[in-house]
């Protein structure tokens, strides 16, 4: 399996992975927005076999500063459960280190993200409509969460989910 970054000519296979991981084509419409208003920063592919295996998108918060949310991750129906999740969050969060990224959060199952570092008690401290303990975060540098509170915004792209 290789992991890089999206190409165009990924987009098309990227939103029918979406469309049929998702109950709606909701994530996927957010992947385009995202591109389009220029707040994603990773969008990478897994692809085993030829084929596109899965996706994740990490993006630019507007608030705190140095941070990324990563949402949505996504892997096609019949490769689920063979770590090609776990690889593209792993890449993610290895390319937003290397990049001198501060910090990723993420909303989802803590027994899931709590594996790559992700934890509810450094969001717990930020104001936002996703709150609660489905909220993580993980610093990606010893001051990546120094200051662990304020407002907690996501791109303007994720408005349109609700």
Request: with cysteine.
């Amino acid at each position: 399996m290789e992991i890089r970054g999206e190409t165009a000519d990924d987009i098309p296979c990227i939103r029918l992975l979406l469309a049929e991981a998702f109950p709606s084509c909701a994530e996927a419409g957010l992947v385009d927005r995202l591109r389009e208003d220029d707040s994603g920063v990773f969008s990478l592919v897994a692809v085993s076999g030829g084929q596109l295996a899965g996706h994740v998108m990490l993006s630019r918060m507007v608030r705190p500063g140095g941070a990324l949310g990563l949402a949505p991750v996504a892997v096609a129906a019949a490769l689920r459960r063979q770590g090609i999740a776990a690889a593209l969050i792993r890449e993610g969060l290895s390319r937003a280190t290397v990049e001198g990224w501060a910090s990723v959060f993420v909303f989802g199952d803590p027994d899931y993200y709590n594996r790559f570092g992700f934890t509810a008690l450094l969001a717990e401290g930020f104001a936002s409509p996703y709150a609660g303990p489905h909220l993580m975060a993980v610093a990606l540098c010893a001051d990546g969460l120094a200051q662990r509170a304020g407002e907690l915004c996501y791109p303007p792209a994720f408005a349109a989910l609700g």
